[in-house]
């Protein structure tokens, strides 16, 4: 073998390192065995059985009641983006690692051929993917943004949108809480700094409310988002001393560690200069959005109330079902 077929084999081998393992993670191997997540052999990547689905469809439903009076415009994209607004809303700066690229085949018959030829050896074939203009969607908020720019100024009362996606993160772990490829309901505040304020308090409040419903043990703290590099360790102090993001956090893997299952974000003009999104007077919109995680609330119900949930306390399978 050359040394540069070694040295593929070998970023092969290494990635296959990474592949999903039995065994380590108590709580995983529980859900896994109970049928609940079905592993695919990749970290973070997993099937959900129809009981796990049911849970998803009741926590969105109740998401969905609570935020009845908001208003909001549903909008619905596919788990991906341009990449032509990806790359304008300069997650690249903040978040290289989690992004994920939709790369295709995009050569002749001789490329195919290498391909082809990688693959029986072992090799590498996949320089020869291209990048398409599909990027996924790193958090259910972002397909949004220029959708709203391209409407013109926002209303004297601003809007607020559901949204609902997939979304990819590149953070493969043992840990089932951190998914590859997970569900975010959100709902999108623009308008006014007063506003998005004060959507976001109405929101801490609501959040807080839904999850004693469903009796899960909570708290409220403030977070910072995953910066990358050096620069990003400055760019996350200044998020904190700014109180831009809090979290809701419940215990889920493991008793001493807690889950962050909703965040509460306050964007400030960030999105709003990038896309150009003005208010009704024309100043720049501030935009801030309130996140569901419904796999992470989902593993904290299976976590709290046992894997049967035909047993779960009355309350919570009403607030869940009740209206169903
Ligand atoms: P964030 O944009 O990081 O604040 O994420 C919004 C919500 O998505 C979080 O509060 C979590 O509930 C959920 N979430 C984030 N990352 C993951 C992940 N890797 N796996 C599962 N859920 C996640
Ligand atoms: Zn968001």
Redesign the pocket.
């Known amino acids: 073998m050359s040394d540069s077929a070694t040295i593929q084999k070998q970023s092969i081998e290494t990635s296959n390192a990474i592949v999903d393992r039995a065994g380590v993670n108590p709580f995983r191997d529980a859900l896994v065995d109970a049928g609940l997540l079905i592993p695919t052999g990749v970290q973070?990547l997993f099937g959900r059985s129809g009981q796990f689905e049911r849970v998803v469809d009741g926590l969105d439903a109740l998401i969905t009641r609570l935020g009845a009076d908001q208003n909001a415009e549903v909008l619905r994209f596919p788990p991906a983006m341009s990449r032509t607004e990806f790359e304008r809303s300069e997650y690249l700066k903040g978040f290289p690692q989690l992004a994920g690229t939709v790369h295709s085949f995009c050569g002749g018959e001789h490329e195919q051929q290498r391909v082809l030829q990688c693959l029986e050896r072992g090799e590498d074939w996949t320089e020869h993917q291209k990048p398409t203009y599909v990027v996924l969607t790193?958090?259910a908020c972002y397909p949004v943004y220029p959708v709203i720019a391209q409407r013109g100024h926002l209303p004297e009362e601003g809007r607020i949108v559901d949204a609902f996606s997939y979304?990819f993160?590149h953070?493969p772990?043992l840990d089932p809480?951190?998914?590859?490829l997970?569900?975010?309901r959100?709902y999108i505040r623009l308008g006014t700094a007063e506003q998005i304020q004060a959507f976001r308090s109405e929101w801490i409040e609501r959040g807080t409310r839904m999850i004693d419903m469903l009796e899960l043990p909570n708290s409220i703290d403030l977070?910072n988002?995953?910066f990358f590099g050096r620069g990003g360790k400055i760019v996350a102090r200044s998020q904190r001393e700014q109180n831009l993001?809090f979290?809701?956090l419940i215990p889920i893997e493991s008793e001493d560690r807690l889950?962050?299952?909703?965040?509460f974000?306050y964007h400030m003009d960030h999105f709003g200069l990038l896309w150009g999104i003005k208010t009704q007077d024309g100043g720049v919109a501030h935009t801030g959005c309130v996140?569901?995680?419904?796999?992470?609330?989902t593993l904290g119900l299976f976590r709290h109330h046992g894997f049967d949930i035909e047993k779960w306390p009355q309350k919570v399978r009403d607030a869940l079902w009740g209206n169903a």
């Open positions: 973070g790193p958090a979304c993160r953070e772990s809480t951190r998914m590859q997970f569900r975010m959100e977070a988002d995953p993001k979290e809701l889950t962050a299952c909703l965040s974000n996140g569901f995680g419904l796999e992470r609330l």
